[in-house]
C-alpha cells in the first residue's frame, strides 16, 4: 500500500512541472538589437529567442523561429516588405515567412490538451497506521482526485487561453510583412520564419 502513496505523489509532482506557461508581451521598440545588416539605404536589425517556456519549445519542435525587426527605409522612396524587398539569409538563400496565421496556430498553446489531467479525477490520497500486531492499515481515503483532475484541467485551459490571447495580440499588432515602409521612416515588426538555426539575415531590394 505505500507504494500507492508514492505512485500518487509522484504523478502529483509530474502534473505539477507540465501546466500551461505563460506569455511575456513583446516590445519590438524596447528590444536592444544587436545583429545588423545593410541593403541599398535600408537598415535591418533583427534578434531571435523572443519567446520562452513551451512557445520556445514549440519553436524548436516545429522548425519555426519567431524574429523582431526593427527597418529603417533612409531610401528615397515608400517600400513594401514583400513587394520592394525580401528577407534572405546572408548566404543568400530565400526565407520562408509564415503567415499571422499559420504562425499563430503553429506556435501556440493547446489548451485542449489539458483534458487529459481530468484522468486524475479516480485519484486517492492514502494515510496508514500500524496496528498493535504491527500490521500497517490504511486509516484513511480522500478523493483529491475529484479536485485536482477538474481543477488542474480546467485552470490550464483558461492559462493557455490567455496567453495565447496575449501572443495572438503581438503577432497581429506587429505585423509588417506586406506593410509600407514611408521613405525615412522607421517600423518595428514580429515575424515568423522556417528554420531550424539563428542564420544572419538581410534585406534584398528589388
Known sequence: MKSITKITLSVISVVLMSCASGYKVITPKSINYISKSMSDNITLEYKYDLLDKK?????????????????????????????????????????????NDKAFKTLKQSPASYLWYLLLTPLNFYTYETNSRGVEETTSSTPIGLILGPGLAGGNMIASGSANKKFKEDLSKYNIY????????????????????????KLRVN
Open 178 to 201: 506586406g506593410e509600407v515602409i514611408s521613405k525615412g521612416e522607421t517600423k518595428f515588426g514580429l515575424i515568423a520564419v522556417l528554420t531550424d538555426s539563428y542564420e544572419a539575415l
Open 55 to 99: 512557445y520556445a519549445k514549440k519553436e524548436v519542435k516545429k522548425g519555426v523561429k519567431l524574429v523582431a525587426v526593427k527597418i529603417v527605409n533612409n531610401s528615397d522612396r515608400d517600400m513594401v516588405l514583400g513587394r520592394d524587398m525580401n528577407l534572405i539569409f546572408e548566404n543568400g538563400n530565400s526565407v520562408n515567412i509564415l503567415e
